[in-house]
């Protein structure tokens, strides 16, 4: 079993940065491509970007895109998404999810049904 969590949210200005963390135990995620989500109130979640095993190989979507850095380290066992000018409608609550098959395909299917491990969450507020 893989217990994924979440650090570094917070309340920012618009136009500042945070640095999202996605520490795992239970077991190494090194062999799972590993996601980001986010989820906002009244919304459905969404995904945000994506990382493959080794992390050669991101994919992000066209919102965060040019903004965002997902990385990991796989000796840490652990994930990065680094956000910069951060904007009002970035505010949600940000989920960490690993693809347990090691499929980079189906991690690019972007759905939340395709990974199979989550997080807690952690809140990103993001004030005008």
């Known amino acids: 079993q893989v217990r994924l969590v979440e650090s570094g949210g917070g309340l920012v200005q618009a136009g500042g940065s945070l640095r999202l963390s996605c520490a795992a135990s239970g077991r190494t995620v090194s062999t799972y491509p590993m996601g980001w989500f986010r989820q906002a109130p009244g919304k459905e979640r969404e995904f945000v970007a994506a990382i493959s095993r080794s992390g050669t190989y991101t994919y992000y979507t066209d919102s965060v895109k040019g903004r965002s850095t997902i990385s990991r380290d796989n000796a840490k066992n652990t994930v990065y998404l680094q956000m910069n000018s951060l904007k009002p409608e970035d505010t949600a609550a940000y989920y960490c999810?690993?693809?347990?098959?090691?499929?980079?395909?189906?991690?690019?299917?972007?759905?939340?049904?395709?990974?199979?491990?989550w997080g807690q969450g952690t809140q990103v507020t993001v004030s005008s």
């Open positions: 999810a690993a693809e347990s098959s090691g499929s980079w395909a189906r991690a690019l299917t972007r759905t939340s049904t395709s990974y199979d491990y």
